[in-house]
């Protein structure tokens, strides 16, 4: 089985802060893992995703997010925050031909 | 190219009833998986068709049906609808070979159901 902990329902950055979304998963096979942000009223689009190689993967929107497994972590970085991030993320762990389990979502508000 | 479209956007019926929502998935994919959102929480995995069949199935009853037809398109139908069922129901499409890997989220069907 695969769970994903997302610590944190609510973050506040200040524009121009670091940005950092943590996310823990299980899994007991190697894992796929993923994040993805929803906009107000929007779907889920993919910001990056590790399978398998380097693991540190850099996305879309000057995110980046780097595999751990020996911390069974995946949190997800942006060096400055724009107000334009702000969103809800979610952490979600695969293994390639199973369904994604998600993790219930952070609320990233950006104050100017 | 069009992404992921989903139909209706907005529906409201009341306990008992049924429901269909809509799915089209992207340009050049055979894949349709459907998940439901709950206020609050995250996307959870309901099931997904490929050529033109469940393939894998989450933890929902059998209240909850589908269907993908030969144009890859595909149709959730939810019967004798509960309070509980009030949810977006997302679909994502994904193309030959990559499953879960590289899916395509649509906007969503905002349920209601009083």
């Known amino acids: 089985a695969q769970s994903v902990t997302q610590l944190g329902s609510h973050v506040s950055v200040s524009e121009g802060a670091l940005v950092l979304l943590r996310c823990n998963y299980s899994s007991s096979v190697p894992p796929y893992l993923f994040w993805y942000v929803q906009y107000p009223n929007q779907g889920l689009q993919l910001l990056l995703k590790?399978?398998?190689?380097?693991?540190l993967v850099k996305g879309i929107n000057g995110f980046e997010a780097e595999f751990k497994k020996s911390e069974t972590s995946f949190h997800l970085t942006k060096p400055s925050a724009h107000m334009s991030d702000a969103a809800e993320y979610f952490c979600?762990?695969?293994?390639?031909?199973?369904?994604?389990?998600f993790g219930k979502g952070t609320r990233l508000s950006v104050i100017a | 190219d069009a992404g992921v479209t989903q139909s209706p956007t907005h529906l409201i019926k009341t306990r008992g009833q049924q429901v269909t929502l809509r799915c089209s998935p992207k340009s050049g994919h055979d894949t349709v998986s459907w998940y439901q959102q709950a206020l609050g929480q995250g996307p959870q995995f309901i099931f997904q068709?490929?050529?033109?069949?469940?393939?894998q199935r989450g933890n929902f009853p059998d209240r909850f049906s589908g269907h993908q037809f030969p144009n890859y398109s595909s149709e959730l139908n939810v019967n004798a609808l509960l309070l509980g069922d009030s949810a977006l129901y997302l679909c994502?499409?994904?193309?030959?070979?990559?499953?879960?890997?590289?899916?395509?989220f649509g906007p969503g069907t905002r349920l209601t159901v009083l």
């Open positions: 590790y399978t398998t190689g380097a693991t």
């Open positions: 979600a762990v695969g293994s390639g031909n199973t369904p994604l389990v």
């Open positions: 068709y490929y050529e033109e069949e469940e393939r």
């Open positions: 994502a499409s994904s193309r030959p070979g990559s499953s879960y890997n590289e899916q395509f």
